[in-house]
């Protein structure tokens, strides 16, 4: 069964850090992609980051390229977005989904997820 796990959310002030984990079973990340995604209050749910392990890269949006770092452990089966310099408009539900490949334009990021995990809250205080 594929499952997709978020944690690591949490309240923390602007300008502070938070590291999300995904935790994946029951497929390869080899086989697949790992993307982080967010959904604010009353807004849609956005794409953030992106990671390919097959191919070594990644890919951020340009809203938060330079402060959020997406990375793996393939012994932990392990996905992890470490959020560095939070801001208050970073506040949002964040998930972690599976594709066999992301598209890397922030509006299409969505469009070959196949699962998708329940999501954890990131609430930045200013």
């Known amino acids: 069964e594929v499952q997709l796990v978020e944690s690591g959310g949490g309240l923390v002030q602007a300008g502070g850090s938070l590291r999300l984990s995904c935790a994946t079973s029951?497929?390869?990340?080899?086989?697949?992609?790992i993307g982080w995604f967010r959904q604010a209050p009353g807004k849609e749910r956005e794409g953030v980051s992106c990671?390919?392990?097959?191919?070594?890269?990644?890919y951020y949006v340009d809203a938060v390229k330079g402060r959020f770092t997406i990375s793996s452990d393939n012994v932990k089966n392990t996905v992890y977005l470490q959020m560095n310099n939070l801001k208050p408009e970073d506040t949002a539900v964040y998930y972690c989904?599976?594709?066999?490949?992301?598209?890397?334009?922030?509006?299409?990021?969505?469009?070959?997820?196949?699962?998708w995990g329940k999501g954890t809250l990131v609430t930045v205080s200013s």
């Open positions: 990671i390919s392990i097959s191919a070594g890269t990644t």
């Open positions: 029951g497929f390869s990340l080899d086989d697949y992609d």
């Open positions: 989904a599976r594709a066999p490949y992301f598209v890397t334009r922030p509006q299409d990021m969505a469009i070959l997820v196949d699962y």
